[in-house]
């Protein structure tokens, strides 16, 4: 089948490369333009990006697809279908139009639960048991097309926003692949979504990021999980070393109580409004991940200290 792929961060470049495997004529690759980031602010290439030049892929960065031209230039691909995955632009109905069959998304919730930008992150932080993804037809609505294949996995109690995406896409490729095959032979069938328990997974706002002590120690845990490892919960202390933001990317909850943003031992347990959560793994400014305890050499985290 002629496809034109429409994605951006490692979650897509799965799914391009299982679908470029699999033999379809991937006639054009769309992606967000490079961005500046890093500490020199270099522009860099999306993973989508990267990947198709590694596969010899024309690749469109265009920054919206609302213009005539855009959507004409998007048309004459002439493709039988695009197969979308966290591509990042609204795509107008004449886009939605162009394909011969629609535009088929791979989204990594149970629809409708946590439709919108950031579902896995949220599904997490959420205290979800169970996530997977989803192939569905596109319409105008903000995911609430007629899905057709859905794939489920259980979320750990201690599973990672990071590790739960990488479960999705390894799920996600082979399912959106088999949509493609059943396409090709006229055996897609989609079912509309219902409306019950329908929710909004909104992106990623930084001030939701602060780990504030007063919540529960379960509360804290799921939000440290569900942003591990991007953008990463975070405290803000004076350690001895004058105030720093430190990271939280993985913690365990345990009983105890005080204060809540007390130090219970010395060894990062940490008083919430209930119970306690232990700080296994975090990260300080310019820094790689690490250990509690070589976090905490050299500085005051001990029995009393407040985190605030």
Known sequence: MRVV???????????????????????????????????????????????AERLNLP????????????????????????????YGLLLPQPILDAPRYGCLNLHGSLLPRWRGAAPIQRAIMAGDRESGVMVMKMEAGLDTGPVALTAKTPIG????????????????APLMAQALDLLAKGELQYTPQGEEGACYARKIDKTEARMDWRR???????????????????????????????????????????????????HGLI??????????????????????????????????????
């Open 59 to 86: 690749v469109r960065t265009p920054k919206s697809l609302k213009s005539a031209e855009a959507q004409a230039d998007f048309a004459a691909l002439d493709a039988d279908v695009a197969v979308v995955a966290a």
């Open 216 to 266: 529960s120690a379960q509360d804290l845990h799921d939000l440290a999980r569900g942003l591990s490892p991007f953008p990463g919960a975070f405290f803000e202390a004076d350690l001895g070393h004058g105030v720093e933001r430190v990271k939280v990317l993985r913690t365990r909850v345990e009983a105890g109580e005080g204060a809540p943003g007390a130090a219970l031992d010395d």
């Open 5 to 51: 792929f429409m994605g951006t961060p490692d979650f897509a470049a799965h799914l391009l490369e299982e679908i470029a495997a699999r033999g379809h004529a991937v006639v054009a690759v769309y992606t967000q333009p490079p961005r500046p980031a890093g500490r020199g602010m270099a522009e860099k290439k999306s993973a989508v990006h990267l990947l």
């Open 271 to 308: 008083a919430c409004g209930a119970g306690a959560l232990r700080l296994l793994r975090v990260q300080r400014a310019g820094k790689g991940e690490m250990d509690f305890e070589e976090f905490a050499r050299g500085r005051k985290l001990t029995r009393g200290v407040s985190l605030g």
């Open 157 to 172: 109690a201690d599973m990672t926003a990071g590790e739960l995406h990488d479960r999705l896409a390894a799920l996600g």
